[in-house]
């Protein structure tokens, strides 16, 4: 087992260095797919089975190149990354480092979708040029699932890239990321809640199936479950980022003997990784020129996490 290899995934392998990862989820879906699809490709002369693989195959493959937009774009602005996981509808980069900018929240979400935009007009073009057969219905049949997947992922909710694009352009205006993250997030709620009012009010309609209502009600449930994880990291990032070693210690206490040195500008989630990584009950709070400020305890410092407002 590779260190990037996530529960619950299987490698199929490397791709410009990154593993490439699935779910077994994928596969049974892929089955379902040829399955569903196959009857589109009857009396061809060829197994309409071979031929409903050929386009699911392709549609994977064109989920593959998304995501390889992003990598590209996040190892272009420094950030490692371990894996991509494909999904049905996308897939998920797993980028080690968030965006120092919002320029660079910007350019790596938006990448993936004009990959796809870009594959799809590519394939129609490409499906009008050839005479009709079966060849050139893959090939337009590729297009229309990669504008599918450019258009679902640019739905504007957190964890989507449509949602990431939001959050950048918000995190611009107002110079705050966190206010990004949470308008960003909001915006995915209201999304979700507009996409349950209009699948509901098509409810009369005669062209309206069932299909298309679970289909409604699964995708406005991934967008507010998205969104609220979302607010969740948000709150809990600025509780953290709320905790001063300078506020909480005490200040003119004398440390214990032995205890464990702290710079005292230390905040936020430097001053936990600084304490998880020396566990003790009390530090010694030392000012840049050596001198001792005080004492933190850690308990101290939960009391300041479990108090700060959400
Ligand atoms: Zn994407």
């Known amino acids: ?111 993936g979708p004009l990959a796809s935009l870009a594959i799809g007009v590519a394939s129609f073009t490409a499906a009008d040029s050839m005479a009709i057969g079966t060849a050139s219905d893959i090939v337009w049949s590729i297009g229309y699932v ?69 289909i409604s009600l699964l995708i406005a449930w991934f967008l507010w479950q998205g969104s609220s994880e979302a607010l969740h990291h948000a709150g809990r990032s600025a509780r953290i980022n709320r905790l001063v070693a300078r506020d909480i210690g005490f200040a003119g206490a004398t440390p214990p003997p032995g205890a464990v040195p702290l710079p005292v500008d230390l905040r936020g989630a430097e001053l936990l990784k600084a304490m998880a990584a020396r566990p003790a009950e009390a530090y010694a709070l030392v000012e840049s020129d050596g001198t001792i400020y005080g004492v933190l305890t850690a308990r101290a410092v939960d009391e300041t996490y479990r108090e700060t407002p959400r």
Do not use: C
């Open 146 to 214: 990669n504008i599918v997947v450019a258009i679902f992922n640019m739905l504007p909710g957190l964890p989507l890239d449509g949602g990431r694009v939001f959050k950048a352009i918000i995190w611009q205006l107002t110079g705050r990321e966190e206010a990004g993250t949470r308008i960003a997030a909001w915006i995915g709620r209201a999304a979700a809640v507009a996409i349950v009012v209009l699948a509901l009010t098509r409810l009369g309609n005669d062209t309206a199936t069932s299909v298309d209502l679970v």
């Open 1 to 111: 087992m590779s260190p990037s290899q996530r529960p619950g995934t299987w490698r199929i392998g490397r791709v410009v260095g990154v593993d490439v990862l699935i779910r077994p989820s994928l596969l049974v879906m892929g089955a379902i797919l040829v399955v569903a699809f196959a009857p589109r490709y009857e009396d061809r002369g060829t197994s309409p089975y071979v031929l409903a693989a050929v386009f699911v195959v392709a549609l994977y493959a064109s989920v593959l190149i998304h995501e390889i937009a992003h990598v590209v774009a996040a190892r272009a602005f420094g950030m490692r990354v371990d894996s991509v996981t494909l999904h049905l509808l996308g897939g998920e980069t797993l980028i080690e480092g968030e965006s120092r900018t919002p320029w660079q929240e910007l350019v790596t979400s938006i990448v």
